[in-house]
Nanobody
Framework: QVQLVESGGGLVRPGDSLTLSCVVS????????MGWFRQAPGLEREFVST????????YYADSVKGRFTVSRDNSKNTMYLQMNSVKPEDTAVYYC??????????????????WGQGTQVTVSS
């Protein structure tokens, strides 16, 4: 069974930086295509970024482009989200997800088969 565990969330000030991690374990497949999503209170889950299985292609939501960077280390079964110049509107629970289609880049939550439990990011002064 594939398990995803996020970490690295916390309380930061506007303009600060933060790095989230997502460790993938279990399952016979992989490396998976991976994605980051977020959900703020009262809002729908929102796409943030995705990276293909070899880590050569990435795609970002317009709201984070130029500020966030997704990367992965397949030797550690880990994906990262480097968040720079964070804003209050980045406040949300951040989820990582795994897509069995390794070379697909998709922003559609339904394409992802496995999900982590989420990590809270709060941006406030």
């Amino acid at each position: 069974q594939v398990q995803l565990v996020e970490s690295g969330g916390g309380l930061v000030r506007p303009g600060d930086s933060l790095t989230l991690s997502c460790v993938v374990s279990g399952g016979a497949g992989g490396p998976y295509g991976m994605g980051w999503f977020r959900q703020a209170p009262g809002l729908e889950r929102e796409f943030v970024s995705t990276i293909d299985s070899p880590g050569t292609s990435t795609y970002y939501a317009d709201s984070v482009k130029g500020r966030f960077t997704v990367s992965r280390d397949n030797s550690k079964n880990t994906m990262y989200l480097q968040m720079n110049s964070v804003k209050p509107e980045d406040t949300a629970v951040y989820y990582c997800a795994a897509d069995p289609i390794q070379l697909r880049l998709t922003a559609t939550p339904e394409s992802y088969e496995y999900w982590g439990q989420g990590t809270q990011v709060t941006v406030s002064s």
